[in-house]
């Protein structure tokens, strides 16, 4: 939730504290922070806050080509909103950004260099694209030249890969979601919170 300030300009807050324990939590933190979002935490909560203009960026009227997110330590359950926040940052820069190499389950010990299926359909629904790097080398995620029209409702594979396509309606409106319930499995009221957006 911390993340969608990085995709609608404003403020997030969230009652509780950063789970510095938990696995791949500073690498969730450093990820929001690539976005241009600082994670603090006050008053019993960790809040975000993103203006709706970078002032850095209509001082110098460029702004700075994007850099390979933060990814190290990152659990394979969070690739998801990895993906969701490369994509904004794409949309953002008009730039393509560079995507590490990555494992897309808790088994693999192998980074795919190629993307399964559902990772580019996740992609394309969110209207960026995926460019391949040359062998063992990261590829690239920009904003797709041309959307495909939507067909049918994507088949969420895990909850977070359905709370990140529901937020990647930020990035594009109408997305259809076959399996809404995957998202109340992780989060009971996430879609009446969701709507509430």
Request: aromatic residues 8%; contains cysteine.
């Amino acid at each position: 939730f911390l993340s969608i300030a990085a995709l609608n300009p404003g403020k997030v807050k969230l009652a509780g504290t950063w789970a510095v324990h938990a696995p791949g939590a500073e690498t969730l933190r450093a990820l929001l922070n690539w976005t241009g979002l600082r994670p603090q935490e006050k008053d019993g909560g960790i809040s975000v806050f993103r203006p709706e203009k970078d002032p850095k960026a209509e001082k110098s009227g460029t702004v700075a080509a994007p850099e390979t997110p933060p990814h190290a330590g990152l659990p394979a359950a969070y690739t998801p909103f990895l993906l969701l926040l490369t994509a904004a940052r794409a949309k953002e820069t008009r730039q393509a950004v560079p995507l590490p190499l990555l494992a897309f389950n808790e088994e693999s010990t192998e980074e795919n260099v190629g993307l399964p299926l559902y990772v580019q359909e996740f992609l394309d629904l969110i209207g960026a694209a995926y460019t391949p790097g040359k062998s063992g080398e990261s590829g690239f995620v920009r904003t797709a030249d041309k959307l495909k029209p939507q067909s049918g409702a994507w088949t969420a594979p895990s909850p977070i890969w359905a709370m990140c396509l529901a937020l990647g309606a930020y990035l594009r409106p109408q997305i259809k979601l076959a399996n809404p319930g995957a998202a109340t499995e992780l989060m009971p009221n996430f879609w009446h919170l969701y709507n509430g957006l």
